[in-house]
Structure formats: structure tokens, C-alpha cells
């Protein structure tokens, strides 16, 4: 069982940053997804970075404003979120997958974290 914990949450003005880090015991050896819910809205897919740290993608609607990344060495995946826009306020979750590369597909991952609410003020 891998417990992912994410960090980072909060409010900010639009146009603001903020950072997002989950951290778990063994995540080094998983695929990790980013992905965010708002209310009456299904989970969607926001950033993902394969295991080894390469590939990184993302949806388009962060793409250019959003970068994630990992430090294996210390378990996290972080995602830096730039230029905040009041359409990102979500609750945000990390997600590791066993399977091979990463899925935009939310029933791809199999370990989810708690999630952390982002707030961006207009």
C-alpha cells in the first residue's frame, strides 16, 4: 500500500503561484499522475512525469503555466503552478501507477492521495 500525502495547497490571487509536492514511501517506482476535481465536474487529468523523471506531460489547459517534476531521492513529485487563473481553483490529488508510462485516465492510477484545495482569487 502506498500512502501519497500532498502539500502545498492554498489561496492566491490570480496571477500568483504556488507549488504542490506528494510525498510517499516508494514513490520512486511509480508513474505519477496530477489530477483536479471541482465540484459536479469528474477528475481531470492535469500534469504527469514517468518514473525516471522524463516525459512529463500535460493538459492543455496548464500547459506553459504548470511544470511538475520529481526528486526520488526524497520520494516527491512536485508540481509548480504558475499564473493562476481563478478556472484552476480545485481540489488538486497526486496519483502513482504501476503500469507502464502515464495515463491520462484517472482509472489508470492506483493509489490516490487525500487532496489539497487550490483557491485562486480573481
Known amino acids: 500500500q502506498v500512502q501519497l500525502v500532498e502539500f502545498g495547497g492554498g489561496l492566491v490571487q490570480a496571477g500568483g503561484s504556488l507549488r504542490l509536492s506528494c510525498t510517499a514511501s516508494g514513490l520512486s517506482s511509480y508513474n505519477m499522475g496530477w489530477f483536479r476535481r471541482t465540484p459536479g465536474k469528474e477528475r481531470e487529468f492535469v500534469a504527469g512525469?514517468?518514473?525516471?523523471?522524463?516525459?512529463?506531460n500535460y493538459a492543455d489547459s496548464v500547459k506553459g503555466r504548470f511544470t511538475t517534476s520529481r526528486d526520488n531521492t526524497k520520494n516527491t513529485v512536485y508540481t509548480q503552478m504558475n499564473s493562476l487563473e481563478p478556472e484552476d481553483t480545485a481540489i488538486y490529488y497526486c496519483?502513482?501507477?504501476?503500469?507502464?508510462?502515464?495515463?491520462?485516465?484517472?482509472?489508470?492510477?492506483?493509489?490516490w492521495g487525500q487532496g489539497t484545495q487550490v483557491t485562486v482569487s480573481s
Open positions: 496519483a502513482a501507477r504501476r503500469g507502464f508510462g502515464v495515463s491520462h485516465w484517472s482509472h489508470d492510477y492506483d493509489y
Open positions: 512525469i514517468s518514473w525516471g523523471g522524463g516525459f512529463p
